[in-house]
């Protein structure tokens, strides 16, 4: 084989793999006026630390989208808690000085409150608001 032959061959597959690549680019969407996809989001899991104390939650407020999927992490500084919601069902307890992560899954919008169910503790000022848009 020849010296042109060799090059004219190498531009050949050289074209050949560019038509391949701008082929599998435009069946991929590359470009800015194709719809990209997302995740549902369902599927995105967002995680809140609740720090629970005598007697407050922090934060005192959570907003949450329809659909969000959240593992709260929480942790009590000193005596036993809860983290309730008793509309949505959640009622979950952690122990003085301890933590558990719990996952809750959004699925009805509206203004919920938040206690602490222990006795005592929402009369104390253990409330909060959890909103879900």
């Known amino acids: 084989m020849n010296r042109t032959t060799s090059h004219l061959r190498r531009r050949a597959a050289a074209a050949l793999a560019l038509g391949i690549v701008a082929t599998v680019l435009a069946a991929c969407g590359g470009g800015d006026d194709e719809p990209t996809a997302t995740l549902p989001p369902a599927t995105v899991v ?3 630390p609740v720090e629970m104390t005598s007697f407050s939650f922090s934060p005192e407020e959570f907003r949450f989208k329809n659909g969000d999927v959240v593992e709260f992490r929480l942790s009590s500084r000193d005596i036993e808690h809860t983290f309730t919601v008793k509309e ?3 009622d979950w307890r952690i122990r003085g000085g ?3 992560n719990r996952t809750f899954t959004f699925t009805t919008p509206g203004e919920y409150e938040l206690v602490c169910t222990i006795a005592g503790h929402e009369a104390a000022g253990m409330v909060g608001t959890l909103i879900v848009e």
């Open 46 to 48: 967002r995680e809140v």
């Open 88 to 90: 949505l069902g959640i």
């Open 98 to 100: 301890g933590t558990g």
